[in-house]
């Protein structure tokens, strides 16, 4: 099983492909999703974990809504490898769960864009797996015909009792030690405190062509580790919006817990009191067309 083979026959898609503006979620957000961001997708597993497929939903792994944290654990399943795993001598693979947040956007490039997932790491875990312990974590890009184009990966997992954090584009379907070291230059970062991160990715234009940082946060909001996977495809012509998350493989007997799983966009700031008016402000993230225009006049973000 593939990245590739996630196709909209697999779930329910009632997307639209136009990325409109969102109501504001006003009480519960992310910490990393700026107050002028328009929300896409939001679960934040205060109450259920729609949205996201596992055994249950025709899809692998398992989902479990966690009521008194209102957060969700999710855990792999064991399934068949793919050949080249098989290849390396890693005979089980735990496939875990996936999203497609609110569907798939798939007809133009829709402009610079984010997705963010909270998890919960402990570098004193010790429910390993076949003698690993780790998950990937991925956001695709659709190309602008409809299909798969490129997936973005978070690795994290143990190297020699130490918790790593790094990233690439390819899913292994394993803990691969290899690549937490030594990826993006051997670039990782080391998770040293329990606690809760942010994962997010960051998609946007550079120089003409689609790029994504892969940003870590700490529980206090602070980056504290980023690498930027940059690519040759064309924003004009080939890239298209968003894809699906999937944690690719969870080698955790226990699972991981995750909260807030948000992708949202971050409107730019009005010039003038007329990109205010006619419903203008919305679009900037105020409340209201007066917080828009005494932004213009005084420079006060409210937002």
């Known amino acids: 099983m593939g990245c590739n083979d996630i196709t909209e026959s697999d779930y329910d898609n009632d997307a639209n492909n ?23 997708w939001l679960q934040d597993f205060s109450e259920d974990t729609d949205g996201w ?13 966690i009521p008194g944290s209102e957060t969700a654990n999710v855990k792999g399943q064991a399934s068949e490898c793919p050949s080249y795993v098989v290849d390396r001598g890693i005979d089980d693979c735990y496939v875990g769960v996936f999203s497609v ?32 312990w780790g998950f990937d974590y991925i956001v ?28 690439s584009n390819n899913a292994d379907f394993y ?12 670039n990782n970062y080391t998770v040293t405190e329990a606690g809760w991160y942010t994962l997010q990715h960051a998609f946007y234009n550079d ?28 924003i004009a012509t080939t890239v298209g919006g968003n894809r699906y998350a999937w944690f690719s493989h969870i080698d ?33 993230g105020f409340r209201n067309q007066g917080q828009c225009i005494r932004f213009v006049n005084t420079g006060k973000d409210s937002r």
């Open 18 to 40: 136009d990325l409109t503006t969102s109501e504001m979620h006003q009480e519960l957000v992310p910490f990393a999703v700026p107050a002028n961001a328009d929300i896409f």
């Open 53 to 65: 497929f596992d055994a249950s939903n025709g899809w692998v792994g398992e989902i479990t809504h």
């Open 101 to 132: 947040f609110d569907g798939y956007r798939d007809i133009e490039w829709p402009g610079e864009y984010f997705a963010d997932i909270d998890v919960y790491l402990d570098p004193s875990a010790d429910d390993f797996l076949d003698g690993r």
């Open 140 to 167: 695709a890009s659709s190309n602008n015909a409809g299909g798969h184009l490129r997936d973005f990966n978070f690795h994290v997992g143990f190297v020699d009792g130490e918790l790593l954090i790094n990233g």
């Open 175 to 186: 803990t691969n030690e290899f690549k937490l070291l030594n990826e993006n230059s051997g």
């Open 207 to 234: 120089g003409g062509n689609l790029a994504v940082d892969l940003n870590l946060f700490d529980e206090n909001g602070a980056l504290i580790w980023t690498a930027t996977r940059n690519t040759t495809d064309d």
């Open 252 to 284: 955790a007997a226990n699972g991981i817990e995750v909260d807030n799983h948000s992708l949202y966009q971050v409107a730019d700031a009005p010039e003038t009191k007329m990109d205010c008016k006619k419903g203008g402000w919305e679009a900037f």
